[in-house]
Structures are given as structure tokens and as C-alpha cells.
């Protein structure tokens, strides 16, 4: 198993950056997919990033294509969601996932590890 904190997050001027964090516990966390969903009030939960084990390939959601990065140190047991460019639509909780499988998709329920999310405020 492996648990999931994430952090980094806070309040930020339209326009600015943030980056988040998605720690591991274990030594096997290059062993797993990666994905971040947010979820705003209100709303459902949706997907914005996701980097697959072994070979790092990404993909991303196109509400935040070409503002956010994600990228993974696995050295340090940690995924990381460079955000730029945030606007108001883009507060929420930000979670961070794992998967045993190859996957970087969407799908929350192919995840079965979650954090228990950090904080983004985007003001105008």
C-alpha cells in the first residue's frame, strides 16, 4: 500500500503559480501511476493530470493544458503539479492518486489511493 499527502497549496493572485506536491510513503512509489484530479465547490471531481510509472509518459486535461506540469521525482518518492497562469476557475481541492496499473488517464475510480487533498484559492 502506499499513502498519499499532498501539499502546497494556498491562496494565489489570478496570473500566478503554485506548486503542488503529492508525497509517498514506501520505497516502491515508482511502482505507481500518478494522477491529480481538483474538485471546486459545488462541482464534481475531475481529472487535470496524470503521469504513468516506469516510462513517466503524461497527459493532461485540456482546461489546463499548456498552464500545468506534472512531473515525478521518484528519488524522493514525489509528484509534482506546476500550475501557471492560475485563474479563478481553477480553485479547488487538488487531490493526488495512485494506481498499481500503467495508466494516465482519467478515470478516478482506476485509482484506489488517494490524499486528502490540498487547497487552491485563485483570487481575481
Known amino acids: 500500500q502506499v499513502q498519499l499527502v499532498e501539499s502546497g497549496g494556498g491562496l494565489v493572485q489570478a496570473g500566478g503559480s503554485l506548486r503542488l506536491s503529492c508525497a509517498a510513503s514506501?520505497?516502491?512509489?515508482?511502482?505507481?501511476?500518478v494522477g491529480w484530479f481538483r474538485q471546486a465547490p459545488g462541482k464534481e471531481r475531475e481529472f487535470v493530470a496524470a503521469?504513468?510509472?516506469?516510462?513517466?509518459?503524461?497527459n493532461y486535461a485540456d482546461s489546463i493544458k499548456g498552464r500545468f506540469t506534472i512531473s515525478r521525482d521518484n528519488a524522493k518518492n514525489t509528484v509534482y503539479l506546476q500550475m501557471n497562469i492560475l485563474n479563478a476557475e481553477d480553485t479547488a481541492v487538488y487531490y493526488c492518486?495512485?494506481?498499481?496499473?500503467?495508466?494516465?488517464?482519467?478515470?478516478?475510480?482506476?485509482?484506489?489511493?488517494w490524499g486528502q487533498g490540498t487547497q487552491v484559492t485563485v483570487s481575481a
Open positions: 514506501g520505497r516502491t512509489f515508482s511502482t505507481y501511476s
Open positions: 492518486a495512485a494506481s498499481r496499473a500503467y495508466y494516465r488517464g482519467g478515470s478516478s475510480s482506476q485509482y484506489g489511493y
Open positions: 503521469i504513468s510509472k516506469n516510462d513517466g509518459v503524461t
